[in-house]
């Protein structure tokens, strides 16, 4: 085992040598560096066969057509150029639009800045179990609503709503459905002809593949309208210009390839092994789980620790890299507002650890980190005073 | 480059590492407890000292909280030991900033401390003052 067991795969995944390999191919003097709009020469034309390559394969983990996908800077973006490019071209259409409160920050900002255009937006609140059920996004549909936004997979508790629900009730209202699958994609099933979804949001760094990559895919029958955010050389067709840095798209291309082909195997794998990590830490008395028990991804567990401060239960945990929470909001020292969105107290959702697993975790590191945990725990409990003392 | 935590000095390192002065003491006409903060709002202390002859013979705690407070709170069981009552009502919650390096942002924490060694003075055995 490694000093330190990794078990942040939610923030982000180590790239598989596999990946990494077809990168190298691509970079070096010896490799297909070349510019690949540069299709006048040969080196050009190799890049291009290569993104086209990575195109169908990343359209492929998700049953689109290879020309619906644009490459990206990575998920953030593709949630944007959806969020601000469909609201914008649609603006003289209406002015709605329905989000959870749990969504990534890359579209809850990505809303405050079109409220600030003039947009208005509901905010649903999951229940409980951290779910947004259809029947909540019908209820917040409207005449003037354009665009629906939801999570496949949610970040900090693994919890996927019923996305092709969703999806259907959308497309027969007619109302975009945009999708943030930047979790999800690659460990759970998805299509999005079969769920009715718009526009898609990607990435490669949560599936193994490099980070500073991933994709939007945009409906093409009947085609929908974005206005992009970048302009200069029209590449991806008009909607995000700038060279396509070759070798993070043919990485992300076999991230998606090798995900797609070892989908059912590493979900069985990976979703037994987080079984184990939660039944060894709900031995020790005051720990709950986060989210719906079932509805959820293989490798996302987050649980509630009562009677230990979250900040010392990491301190405590020097041998594990893992989260407090969202890793985008972790620094803030704020308790979490996914988890405060699912009623915990500040108390318990200050006192979260959110354990992500991903192709690489073993057997043995679950054991370590469950063995650590009750440890802390119970050390850290040992000092605290009685509860009601 | 390594991967310490720098949010924390060593001194906070060390003293959650082998905290020292955890526990409670039997109560006891000697024993003088003080309470102060609130598990909701991420900081709770209880803090007692055994006292002989006016001054503090030991001290010890119980504390939920982060770990410059768990740190401070450790760290003050030995300062506290062989002072007497108005050592108490004086101590000030900068001095174990100073030693332990605490940031900013937890200055609040220690002031919660603070509020404890006060309350320890409030009990203290027999009520007066110390004259020693």
């Known amino acids: 085992m490694s000093e330190v067991i990794y078990l942040d795969n939610a923030a982000t995944t180590a790239v598989d040598p596999r990946v990494v390999q077809e990168m190298l191919e691509c970079l070096g003097p010896c490799g297909d560096y070349a510019n690949p709009s540069a299709v006048g020469h040969a080196p050009g034309r190799r890049a291009r066969a290569r993104v086209e390559q990575a195109r169908a394969e990343v359209a492929a983990l998700v049953g689109a057509d290879p020309a619906q996908v644009i490459f990206t800077s990575g998920a953030t973006e593709a949630d944007n150029l959806a969020l601000l490019g469909a609201a914008r071209f649609y603006r003289e259409r209406g002015r709605h639009l329905v989000t959870s409160r749990t969504e990534h920050p890359a579209v809850l900002d990505a809303c405050r800045q079109l409220e600030r255009e003039g947009f208005e937006v509901t905010y649903l609140k999951p229940g409980a179990d951290g779910i947004v059920e259809p029947a909540q996004v019908e209820a917040a549909l409207r005449k003037d609503t354009i665009l629906v936004s939801l999570m496949q997979v949610n970040n900090e508790i693994g919890v996927a709503p019923d996305i092709g629900a969703v999806g259907r009730l959308c497309r027969a209202r007619g109302v975009l459905f945009h999708v943030d699958a930047a979790q999800g994609a690659g460990k759970l099933p998805l299509d999005v002809n079969r769920d009715c979804i718009d526009l898609l949001a990607l990435t490669a760094h949560k599936v193994h593949g490099p980070k500073g990559i991933g994709a939007l895919c945009v409906r093409r029958e009947p085609r929908l309208g974005l206005v992009p955010m970048l302009y200069g050389g029209g590449q991806e067709r008009g909607l995000r210009s700038g060279t396509l840095p070759t070798h993070q798209v043919v990485g992300m291309g076999a991230a998606y390839r090798i995900a797609a082909a070892e989908l059912d195997s590493d979900g069985a794998r990976i979703g037994a092994l987080r079984q184990t990590l939660w039944q060894g830490l709900a031995a020790l008395p005051g720990v709950s789980l986060n989210g719906h028990p079932t509805r959820r991804v293989p490798g996302i567990l987050s649980v509630s620790v009562d009677g230990v401060e979250g900040e010392s239960l990491l301190f405590a945990l020097p041998g594990l890299a893992l989260a407090s929470g969202s890793a985008c909001a972790a620094t803030s020292g704020e308790p979490s507002y996914v988890l405060r969105a699912l009623g915990r107290s500040d108390r318990l959702a200050q006192s979260s650890l959110r354990l992500s697993l991903g192709r690489f975790s073993t057997a043995a590191e679950i054991q370590y980190a469950i063995e650590a945990i009750v440890a802390a725990v119970t050390r850290l409990r040992a000092i605290a005073p009685p509860v009601g003392s | 480059m390594t991967g310490g935590d720098p949010r924390y000095g060593d001194g906070v390192r060390a003293r959650m590492e082998r905290p020292r002065g955890v526990g409670e003491f039997t109560p006891g006409p000697d024993v003088a407890t003080g309470r102060a903060g609130d598990r909701e709002q991420g900081a709770e202390v209880v803090l007692q000292c055994r006292v002989t002859a006016g001054r503090v013979a030991e001290a010890r705690f119980r504390a939920f909280g982060c ?44 002031l919660t401390l603070q509020d404890a060694v006060r309350a320890v003075a409030g009990n203290w055995p027999g009520g007066a003052a110390s004259t020693v």
């Open chain 2, 67 to 110: 770990p410059h407070f768990i740190a401070a709170a450790s760290w003050l069981t030995e300062r506290l030991t062989g002072g007497s009552r108005d050592d108490l009502e004086r101590w000030d919650w900068r001095e174990v900033a100073e030693a332990l390096e605490v940031p900013a942002a937890k200055f609040g924490r220690l």
